[in-house]
């Protein structure tokens, strides 16, 4: 055991198991020595403690709520927006402390960094110190056997060769590869023999393969964030797109990433498919995207993607995130020129589509660039309170929309949202009474914009699929290191840990077998482990019915009782034998 | 009547049982308490129930009076109420199994898609776990903790969770949903146990070492259960099981984060408190063996990690939005 207790981290503590060696003794706090070499190694110690590792854990814990408790900018940017309008005295406090990205914070980062270097500092040794330990010998068999939580005995007349040959075979188990203990005999100097054995090394090992696999998922994840990539295309009905950084409509990537991987290939949208259930809730039971790819150097391919089965292209996974409305619409100028020309996504508000788009016509022969706002319902609704879409297919659509002139403010260089109209160099066209001018308007009619502005006709309604494109290199890496931490894991856990100890010895001229069995921690199977090897010592003798009659031999509980033990002659023997 | 309503008549038959359950579980414990002062003459009244007093059906198995549990655990004879109360337990978990199965009959998918069926498919493993390891030992003296969450994660899902039988949306429709949320069920219903038994080790170690609120009469029962280190056993090895099934369900989830939303890993609220609590659990793993850690100090985790549990099934529901709203409400 003091083989056991040395290379465990400092504070892990004795169970059961650890009882016959320095268990209880509290080590004294002892004061840094002074110099710098001594306290970085006082550091260190402390660090790789378990009692440092325990409380870096619940720092863990603690350090992530706000994270879920604080709008987070990588996964909502608008709400830490909105938080930090509604909160302005303690929300640039929290900005400035790193409250809106928990998880990429200092203190966050701080926290598992430590843990992780606790880590490293406690299992490395304790890797060594199992390598060197694979040829270990199970511990010699202690002179008293009584004190342990598991005992039992066997009183019979197979030799104490026989028994020891026996318990062995018992011990190794069918495979002597990959025995199930390991076991050991010797013969004590006063001719007792013994036999001790130890399983459960595999619970070392276990624990070793967790904490590894726990610091390859940490280095997987990080390389993962070093060589990613992710890209965000919108893509309607009928169009398509090409696999190349320009194309997409947003992409970031980590500094590792070289975008000359990118396979060039195309892919194209032919039909998007949502199904709703029929009720007035409308909900979302399907979504498709039928798509055409071309790889480069291949025949195009028919393929869909659909919610939870991403299709893979290249070396890239697509992942459909979202869908709407594009309504395909011709904007005529004031000079009857054709200024506009498309499909424009209307990005879906509700759960019934009601969808909010931009229509920017900048290229007007003459006067004033039109930029026109509002609304598309899929199945509108139209009441005196206003219009609303009531369900989420095209049933009856309706677009309804209002129209301002002037500058557009697409040439002063500064990227624009492009579903948001800037209305600071614009003017609304409004109604003599004040109000906006309100278009309403079905798919092919054409109607005149206000103010002579020119007219818009509505030909069609196509769906849009909003696409994600992703690679992430260590993706196998993590898996497979989360399947070993699971392993290892298990292992870890549901291996016993136990050791057993047989002493034999002749006793009025039968061979009396002591046994005890001790667990690392509590472990209801440790009697039953001994029994059974028992049982399997009792098995050499023929006649079952000497077992009762054995039970009411001698007790030789006591190794100090008087015994008629010799040095056992094989001649003793055969005389034993043959009784 | 449609088969959604005929599984929400048994569930509500279910929670009916476990209720009746619970009141016989609480008058026990209230017996025990007294046998713990003035030990029964056990030979006296197993004669009687002999002699043909009211039989409890076999339900409860080989339970009633045993005479000593195979661990030492306490038992005593003429524990009418316990019989009463696995009976009734037993009636419960049929009806509850029977209402599980009709939904997800109902719903023509596995039922454990929302806040309602969580509540459902949790309390029904947290009983099943309590009912198995009764068969082993006797641990009837966890019903009232184990039988009361459940009665009230039922009731709870009844009332204020509640959403028909249906289909679900396209982010779910999945075999991760099978196996993610299935397994997240499971390890839920193992920490409710061993939070029971860990409750119980505190409870009893505080009356132990001379607590004057727990040395009152009332708590007498404590003195009935098993020594504090051996329910600190217990509930260590399920909470093992528990911890295991928990870091799949992480993984798991993971897995299938990365084929519905295109990230493994999003720190969305239900991930950030799937990660709190696997951190707890892991944390305790650690103080079990971390030297003035062990025991009471571990058991205080126990409690902890199954707050977080709790908070991670109702609060990150219902308080935060994440991509994890399914709570159906
Ligand atoms: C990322 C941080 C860590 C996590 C999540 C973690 C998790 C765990 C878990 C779940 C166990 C129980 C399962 C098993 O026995 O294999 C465990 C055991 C253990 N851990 Fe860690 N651990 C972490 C860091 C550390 C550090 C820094 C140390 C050293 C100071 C350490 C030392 C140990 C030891 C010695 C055991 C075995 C306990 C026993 O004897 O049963 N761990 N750890």
Known sequence: ????????????????????????SEEP?????????????????????????????????????????????????AAVAGYLADNPTIGPWLDRLGFFDVFASVWFSAVYLLLFLSLIGCILPRVAAHLRGVRARPPRTPRRLTRFPARGEVVLDATPEQVVAAARVALTGPLRALPRFRTDDDVEPDGARTVSAERGYLRETGNLVFHLALLGILVSVAAGQFLHYRGQALVVEGRGFANAVTDYDSFESGTG??????????????????????????????????????????QESPRTIRVNHPLTVGEAKIYLQGNGYAPDVVVHDADGEVAFAGAVPFLPEDTFYRSRGVIKVPDVSTGDQVGIVGY???TAEVTPLGARSIYPQPLSPLLVLTVWAGDLGLDDGIPQNVYRLDESGMTQALEPDGRPVTLFLEPGQTVDLPDGLGTLTWNDLPRFVALDLRHDPALAWILAFSIAALVGLSTSLFTPRRRLWLRIRTVQGRTVVDGAGLARGDDIGLQGELDRLLDAVRALDPAPSHAPAARTGPTPHDDTSARETSPGTSHERQEHESR | MSLGELSTLLVWGATAAYAIGLVAFAVDLARL???????????????????????VPSATGPAVGDPSGPEGVVTRAGRRAVGIAMATTGVGAVLHVAGTVLRGVAAERVPWANMYEFALVGSLVAVLTFLALCRGRDLRFLGTIVIGIAVLALGLGLTAFYVPADAVEPALQSYWLVIHVSIAVIATGLFTVAFAVSTLQLLK??????????????????DALPPAAELEGLSFRINAVGFVLWTFTVMAGAIWAEQAWARYWGWDPKEVWSFVVWVVYAAYLHARTTRGWSGRRAAWFVVVGYATVIFNFTGVNLLFDGLHSYSGL
Do not use: K
């Open chain 2, 33 to 55: 308490a007294d046998g713990a002062a003035r030990p029964v003459r056990a030979g006296a009244v197993a004669n009687a129930r002999a002699g043909g007093g009211p039989v």
């Open chain 2, 205 to 222: 170690d505080s009356r132990a070492s001379g607590s004057s609120r727990l040395a009152g009469s009332r708590w007498r029962m404590l």
């Open chain 1, 376 to 378: 598309l319902l899929p």
């Open chain 1, 1 to 24: 055991m003091a083989t056991d207790a040395s290379y465990r981290p400092a504070g892990h503590t004795g169970d059961a198991y650890d009882q016959e060696g320095a268990g209880g």
């Open chain 1, 29 to 77: 706090p002892r004061l840094p020595s002074l110099g710098l070499v001594g306290t970085l190694r006082w550091t260190w110690r402390q660090l790789t403690s378990m009692r440092v590792a325990l409380l870096l854990l619940m720092l863990l814990a603690v350090v992530a709520v706000p994270g879920s408790v604080l709008p987070q900018r990588p996964q909502d940017p």
């Open chain 1, 257 to 298: 990433f070289d975008p000359r991987s990118l396979t060039p290939f195309t892919l194209r949208l032919d039909r998007f498919t949502a199904a709703f259930t029929e009720d007035a809730e409308a909900r979302p039971r399907d979504f498709v995207a039928d798509v055409t790819v071309r790889l480069p150097g291949e």
